[in-house]
């Protein structure tokens, strides 16, 4: 599992950032920069690929493309950084499917951390999620093709993505880039191989960068898995201890009021942030909402 990190390597206060379903960890760059230059330099961020995403590896086995084993990853990720520079204080922040891990991390109270989550940041996403927007998300997830270029990519993925609210097209552009590799750059069963041009190359093209079977266990889902793993989900944010934001799209289709209002009833009673115009899911590139997740964290 790769990972990017941004500020000190050796600093003892680690946030940690957790992407979507879709996504990958270069979707932080913009809020680990601020995260960084508020904690004037005191400060060691790190955004993984989670694993069949970006420039971390594929599975064999489809099947393992779920919260379990995403949140091992990244305990086990957790430990390594631990052990290389000692941790003293722990914050996570997790959009969508990385929220879920989140509740995983901070809500298991038997999980061996190196530090307990102090703070946590859920972007979009609660214990309940609304049916309809689970399988909108599984309809496209895998179904992309090749593009001819990036902007094309880009395009594509903003036919999918306007709940992300609006962005400049040189801010989408920026956030599509690290989504897509050279298909030249990838084997059919995902491993990075070096790009060796040659004049008899055909012309470029791009895939999304990650795997296309990560859809397949969100779409073998039944309503009675479905209604279990709500039940478990509600269980672990119950049992959070950690100062909790959630972070909504007042447009989002995937975590309803309702739900966000129950979250600030039980469990840690999470302080809740909207954003008009954006639905699933906030992308931390506008000044506005990163200012609200780096005064959180930091203040």
């Not at 971390?56 to 779920?66: E, F, I, K, N, T």
């Not at 990853?73 to 430990?79: E, G, I, K, M, Y």
């Not at 190359?201 to 397949?216: K, T």
């Not at 959070?240 to 989002?252: E, K, N, Q």
Request: proline share 7%; charged share 15%.
């Amino acid at each position: 599992m790769a990972y990017w990190q941004w500020g000190d390597p050796l600093s003892a206060n680690v946030v940690v950032c957790v992407h979507g379903l879709t996504r990958q960890g270069r979707d932080f760059d913009l809020l680990a920069q601020s995260l960084v230059d508020s904690a004037q330099g005191d400060l060691r961020v790190v955004c993984p690929d989670i694993v069949g995403r970006g420039q971390s590896d594929w599975l064999a086995d489809p099947v393992g493309y779920q919260v379990p084993l995403y949140a091992a990853d990244v305990l086990s990720l957790l430990n390594q950084l631990h052990a290389e520079s000692a941790m003293a204080r722990l914050d996570y922040v997790g959009t969508s499917m990385g929220g879920l891990i989140g509740l995983v991390l901070a809500g298991y109270k038997e999980m061996p951390l190196p530090s307990p989550v102090r703070r946590l940041v859920l972007n979009d996403v609660g214990p309940t999620l609304d049916p309809a927007a689970v399988q909108r998300i599984g309809n496209y997830v895998g179904q992309a093709g090749r593009f001819a270029s990036v902007q094309a990519a880009a395009d594509a993925m903003w036919a999918i993505s306007t709940g992300f609210g609006p962005h400049t097209p040189a801010e989408w552009l920026a956030l599509s880039e690290p989504m897509v590799v050279a298909a030249s750059e990838r084997s059919a069963d995902g491993a990075r191989k070096a790009a060796i041009p040659t004049e008899a190359q055909p012309q470029p093209s791009f895939l999304l960068h990650y795997d296309p079977a990560i859809g397949v266990p969100l779409r073998a889902i039944t309503p009675e898995a479905a209604a279990q793993g709500e039940a478990i989900m509600w269980s672990l944010y119950d049992a959070i201890t950690a100062d909790t934001l959630l972070v909504r799209g007042a447009s989002s289709d995937l975590l309803s009021s309702r739900t966000a209002q129950a979250m600030g009833e039980r469990g840690p009673k999470a302080r809740l942030i909207e954003f008009e115009g954006v639905g699933h899911a906030p992308t931390f590139v506008p000044a506005a909402q990163c200012a609200v997740v780096t005064s959180f964290l930091l203040d």
